[in-house]
Nanobody
Framework: QVQLVESGGGLVQPGGSLGLSCAAS????????MGWYRQAPGKQRELVAR???????NYADSVKGRFTISRDNAKNTVCLQMNSLKPEDTAVYYC???????????????WGQGTQVTVSS
């Protein structure tokens, strides 16, 4: 059974920083892309940032220059460092990973349970 467990999140003032971490555990053969999505109340879930196993990254325009995604392939972890946070960054943040359980399996996407990030004074 594969699980994605997130940590971090919480309440931070505008302009502050926060870090999120996500660890994939279970029977895993390989992980391709890992990423972070977010969903604000009344809005659709949107991509924040993602990173391939080779380290190629892409970011939503709204977070470019403020957020940094990184991963540790050996530990099956992905992190999101969020700086210069704005009230509009308030959302539930979800970890996502495309995982192959066995060498002959197709890649399937998995989701974490979500962690709340609130930016408010």
């Amino acid at each position: 059974q594969v699980q994605l467990v997130e940590s971090g999140g919480g309440l931070v003032q505008p302009g502050g920083s926060l870090g999120l971490s996500c660890a994939a555990s279970g029977s895993i053969f390989s992980i391709t892309t890992m990423g972070w999505y977010r969903q604000a109340p009344g809005k659709q879930r949107e991509l924040v940032a993602r990173i391939t196993s080779g380290g190629t990254t892409n970011y939503a325009d709204s977070v470019k220059g403020r957020f940094t995604i990184s991963r540790d392939n050996a530990k099956n972890t992905v992190c999101l460092q969020m700086n210069s946070l704005k009230p509009e960054d308030t959302a539930v943040y979800y970890c996502n990973a495309y995982i192959r359980i066995r060498p002959t399996d197709d890649v399937r996407d998995y989701w974490g349970q979500g962690t709340q990030v609130t930016v408010s004074s």
